[in-house]
């Protein structure tokens, strides 16, 4: 049974800095394909960043682009997501995802994830 659990989030400032993280189990992490989304109230759920199954090919929305950082470290089952410049706007719920397939390449449709986290809130105050 895949299980993700999100944790990091909180209440900051504008342009403070959090590491969202996402601790897998229940398969081997490193051979999948993993995302960040986020769904801010009334809105829908959008894409943030994914990360290939070795780390090697990263995508960001252009809303994060250069503040946010995806990563993982498949040695400790943990995906990560930096977040830094954080601006009221970045305030939603924030989830991991991992894909179904074995090796698939990361993805920026949240319709590719079959596994998602529970969710963790970021509240950025101005």
């Known amino acids: 049974q895949v299980q993700l659990v999100e944790s990091g989030g909180g209440l900051v400032q504008a342009g403070d800095s959090l590491r969202l993280s996402c601790a897998a189990s229940g398969r081997t992490f490193s051979s999948y394909a993993m995302g960040w989304f986020r769904q801010a109230p009334g809105k829908e759920r959008e894409f943030v960043a994914a990360?290939?199954?070795?780390?090697?090919?990263?995508y960001y929305a252009d809303s994060v682009k250069g503040r946010f950082t995806i990563s993982r470290d498949n040695a400790k089952n943990t995906g990560y997501l930096q977040m830094n410049s954080l601006k009221p706007e970045d305030t939603a719920v924030y989830y991991c995802a991992q894909r179904r397939s074995t090796l698939a390449g990361a993805a920026t449709d949240a319709t590719e994830y079959n596994y998602w986290g529970q969710g963790t809130q970021v509240t950025v105050s101005s």
């Open positions: 990360i290939s199954w070795s780390g090697g090919s990263t």
